[in-house]
């Protein structure tokens, strides 16, 4: 599926977003971004890992392929590798291919399973990413309501953006979803506990604005 997803008419542009994915991709990836100096021999032994279903190989392959480092940049290959980690549940590889699928190639169908198969996996950036479909409507009927589920599960799992737009929305109270300021001031203290800078800074004018109106609303400290 992702061998007709990277036509060779859009090849080109995957060079230029290989680039960018590399410096917003999740944090696993980032730990080989030294990665330099690759023997064939070593590479060679990646790929036999890979091939015998070694989720961490075909991710540390697609990783430098996308980045060139330690081979020579190859985006197609890449991903055909992160393909392959995806396949073996790696759900950071699903979003990174979800990115590339939506960002380049208004492939929203593919994206959203990818998404959707990375939270299920408890991945918080699948959940994020796919509320923002919800909420949206790119590239699925627009559905407030599940998006709001999305970001609380991606909230729940970590995600400091899940959280701080899960607190907005509460906030403003639209689409059908009632205010609630005892859900956003929550939503606010965990993406604030993640170091959200925004989130905490939510938090505090929150409860300023709650304070001043009377009335009361216990959080954690």
């Not at 977003?17 to 690759?38: H, M, R, V």
């Not at 021999?41 to 961490?56: F, G, I, M, P, R």
């Not at 300023?208 to 216990?218: N, P, R, Y």
């Amino acid at each position: 599926m992702m061998t007709k997803l990277l036509s060779k008419a859009m090849l080109v542009l995957f060079w230029a977003f290989a680039a960018a994915i590399a410096l917003s991709a999740p944090s696993a990836y980032a730990e080989t971004a030294d990665k330099k100096g690759t023997t064939n021999s070593e590479v060679h032994e990646l790929n036999e890992k890979c091939e015998a279903k070694d989720v961490e190989a075909c991710r540390l392959l697609g990783d430098m392929y996308l980045k060139g480092e330690g081979v020579s940049r190859d985006s197609k290959l890449g991903l055909t590798m992160l393909a392959k980690a995806c396949a073996l549940d790696d759900a950071e590889s699903c979003v990174v291919i979800g990115l590339v699928g939506e960002s380049f190639f208004n492939d929203y169908t593919h994206s959203k399973e990818l998404y959707l198969k990375s939270c299920n996996l408890s991945y918080s950036e699948g959940c994020f990413l796919l509320g923002n479909m919800y909420n949206s409507g790119r590239g699925v009927e627009r559905d407030v309501r599940k998006s709001m589920e999305f970001y609380s599960k991606g909230c729940d799992l970590g995600s400091p953006k899940a959280c701080l737009t899960l607190g907005v929305e509460y906030i403003l109270g639209k689409d059908g979803i009632e205010i609630d300021n005892e859900k956003a001031i929550e939503a606010f203290e965990k993406g604030c506990s993640l170091k959200d800078v925004a989130s905490c800074h939510y938090q505090g004018t929150s409860l300023i604005e709650v304070a001043s109106k009377g009335e009361k609303i216990d959080v954690e400290s």
